[in-house]
């Protein structure tokens, strides 16, 4: 008895015209606690929900192409999110814009949408940085200036601030304080009832700044506050590439030396003698054109 055939995605070519959109979007107050996770979802059903024509990738559990360029934690909020998403065929931007706006739960606003070469690098590759505001809520008389600015000044005076974090199941420590940047405190909004401190923090492989473990490390955690992602600054840009050549380029090494390193999976064969080892396409991609080949 023959096999009964089974479904296939449709092979893609010139015939089938793809479009590759960046959104930049807001995620509020009103869903900064969902994780990235579920706010992928919420991207995806949306998407959905607006029958537009997504691109899925191949495989036996097929996902649509949905890039984010920089997942938040949970907790936080973002003023310029970039989502990366592979539409076939391609629809017009205007129409994609009013479809999805019609569709977004509360929480999340669409800023814009930008056609973008399907190509092209992915953002989460070129990050390079990103500004936060924390937002400290409290009346004036609960938590003073000088008190805020009294951290402040005792954190910049520092020259390591070890913490701690888990890769592959072990623990491992790194110095937090030269991915800080700039660190300052900016006001108290009144009307809001609001203390306001600006940061920067280096966002690049293996040293990122994280605003949540920096709030903690200045004692923060024991305010009523939020954080807020104000800018994301990226290398293939003129004008964030002359921002950030003020500051010194921080490698994974300088801050963390004893990083575990991935184990390998399985049992390490033995190479027969003279003979030549295999071409592994995927290990010797770089990290920029793996993610570019999401989109083929």
């Not at 923060?220 to 050549?245: H, V």
Request: aromatic share 8%; net charge neutral.
């Amino acid at each position: 008895m023959d096999a009964i055939p089974q479904p296939q995605p449709p092979a893609l070519s010139e015939e089938h015209p793809r479009q590759r959109v960046r959104f930049t979007y807001e995620k509020g107050e009103a869903i900064k606690f969902i994780s990235h996770q579920d706010e992928s979802r919420l991207w995806e059903r949306t998407l959905r929900r607006a029958d537009l024509p997504l691109l899925y990738k191949r495989g036996f559990n097929p996902q649509p192409h949905i890039q984010f360029a920089a997942p938040l934690g949970l907790g936080m909020t973002g003023v310029r999110e970039l989502l990366d998403v592979a539409f076939s065929p391609p629809v017009p931007l205007d129409e994609l814009s009013t479809r999805i706006r019609e569709k977004l739960p509360p929480g999340v606003r669409l800023l814009n949408a930008t056609e973008v070469p399907f190509k092209t690098v992915s953002p989460q590759s070129l990050t390079i940085g990103a500004d936060y505001t924390i937002l400290i809520y409290a009346d004036a008389g609960e938590v003073s200036e000088l008190e805020l600015e009294a951290k402040i000044e005792a954190f910049l005076e520092k020259r390591e601030v070890w913490r701690e974090r888990e890769r592959h199941g072990q623990r491992y420590s790194y110095n937090l304080r030269p991915l800080v940047l700039e660190l300052r405190y900016t006001g108290f909004d009144a009307a809001a009832a609001e203390h306001r401190i600006f940061m920067r923090v280096q966002m690049r492989p293996g040293a990122t700044g994280r605003p949540d473990e920096l709030v903690d490390a200045l004692g923060f955690d024991d305010y009523a506050r939020t954080l807020r992602r104000e800018r994301i600054y990226f290398s293939d840009c003129e004008e964030d590439q002359a921002l950030f050549a003020a500051y010194p380029v921080i490698s994974q090494d300088e801050i963390s030396p004893e990083r575990p390193r991935p184990r390998r999976k399985g049992r390490k064969r033995r190479r027969r003698s003279g003979a030549q080892p295999k071409a592994d396409k995927q290990t010797n991609q770089p990290f920029a054109q793996k993610a570019a080949d999401e989109f083929d």
